[in-house]
């Protein structure tokens, strides 16, 4: 619970500061002349700007080992998950479709693929491949959310060059058999990438292990500043920068580099791995026992069977909905009385539409449009879910006075 009593469960869409981030970036607020001991460009010659520089590294140095990368220039600082995402899906194939020109092959048309569950930032990108003339095949999830690899599998084609499947995802928390896919994308040549922004600190990701060709990491969501990412790109993927310019990030993304963003990321990498098994079996417990008393509850139904102590779900995530309410105003009840949750993704949240990824699980619209998310983290307690379970309770029962 907050100071201010309220209780915040929406943090797969963001989560607040953590204090190892806020130690580690102190040091680079500071205002004025002096904040050059830290502050400068890391791009600069001067004694200042190898001071950046170096910080900058040991931020990248950090989240490498953090994530098991191989080596720390296959993590690329990016302004967000979005940026990582856009930035792998479109270098990557861009990348490819000119080797493919330069191999003489003048007319090819490349096959590209993901699922209809992912983010957006995902699926806009996607499109705007199949805009620019690639074959587009989107894979469909069983009803709790995951991708079958068989079907996977089956889809590959001649021509298909690029696959990006999340690892975990944000509204229902299915996470996926990313190495097995992977390891098919491998056998058949494919690039493969894996938005693994919502499994960071939830579920082990080890990168040497899932054997992905590029991966999408936030820091906002473990505690690290927003507007700060990363791209891990494996050593030697085809890759084609989004962003050109002054040819920062090993020439992979121009710009003057965030350090002290990089720095708070590291810090909160590291945090969020060191805590994920202790904090996971913790919040683990919390899921289970908000959908277990949740069955209990008139109207009140689960989106996706996760049952207890299940691995394959996010230990974090609860997706509910409610039969003959929307979820704007079970969000507003509930915020009245000092709780804050999703419905769909926060992504969506200012738009009526009802969530793609429900309706992808197979929900009726109706029934997407009364979703709702309870997504906990480090600072939620038992405490603050028992209360929250009275207020829905609460809520739902007004919509029958
Ligand atoms: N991918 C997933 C699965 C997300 O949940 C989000 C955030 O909502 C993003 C990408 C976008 O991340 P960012 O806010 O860092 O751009």
């Known amino acids: 619970m907050r100071s201010n009593g309220k209780v915040y469960l929406d943090w797969a869409a963001t989560a607040p500061l953590c204090p190892e981030a806020r130690e580690a970036m102190d040091p680079f607020l500071t205002p004025g002349l002096s904040n050059m001991d ?38 690329i600082f990016t302004s967000g998950a979005t940026e990582a995402d856009n930035a792998a899906i479109l270098g990557i194939v861009s990348a490819l479709r000119k080797r493919a020109t330069l191999q003489g092959k003048r007319d ?5 693929i993901t699922t209809s569950i992912e983010h957006d930032a995902v699926l806009a990108p996607m499109r705007y491949l199949a805009a620019q003339g690639c074959e587009l095949s989107y894979l ?27 690892m975990a995802n944000n509204e229902v928390g299915s996470i996926q058999s990313i190495r097995q896919l992977a390891a098919l994308a491998h056998a058949r040549g494919v690039v493969f990438h894996t ?23 936030s820091a906002h969501k473990i505690g690290g500043p927003k507007g700060q990412g990363a791209l891990y790109l494996k050593n ?14 090993s020439g992979k993304r121009s710009g003057t580099q965030n350090v002290c963003g990089a720095v708070g990321f590291a810090a909160a990498c590291e945090t969020a791995i060191t805590l994920q098994e202790q904090e996971s079996r913790r919040l683990g417990v919390m899921r289970d026992a908000l959908y277990e008393a949740t069955a209990e509850l008139k109207r009140v139904h689960a ?66 449009l009364g979703s709702l998310r309870i997504s906990m983290g480090r600072y939620t307690d038992q405490e603050d879910i028992d209360r929250f379970l009275l207020a829905l309770g609460q809520s739902i029962g007004q919509e029958e006075e």
């Not at 953090?66 to 080596?71: D, E, F, I, T, V």
């Open 38 to 75: 830290f502050g400068a460009n890391a791009n600069s010659l001067h004694s200042s700007g190898r001071r950046a520089f170096s910080a900058l590294e040991e931020a990248r140095l950090m989240i490498s080992r953090s994530l098991g990368a191989s080596r720390p220039d296959e993590i």
């Open 108 to 112: 090819f048309i490349p096959h590209v």
């Open 140 to 166: 469909e999830p069983n009803s709790q959310g995951f991708i079958d690899p068989d079907s996977f599998g089956s889809a590959l084609r001649e021509n298909t060059v690029f696959a990006s499947v999340q």
């Open 195 to 217: 938005d693994a922004v919502q499994a960071l600190g939830r579920t082990p990701v080890i990168l040497k292990e899932l054997g992905v060709d590029a991966a999408s990491f």
């Open 236 to 249: 030697g993927t085809p890759f084609d920068p989004f962003i050109i310019g002054g040819g920062q990030e």
């Open 303 to 368: 989106s996706v069977d996760v049952e207890a102590g299940s691995l394959d779900f996010l230990p974090n995530i609860v997706n509910l909905y409610v039969d003959g309410m929307e979820s704007e105003t079970l969000i507003l009840r509930l915020d009245m009385q000092g709780f804050e949750v999703s419905g769909g993704s926060a992504c969506s949240s200012h738009s009526l539409e009802p969530s793609h990824v429900l309706k992808a699980l197979g929900l009726s619209s109706d029934r997407a």
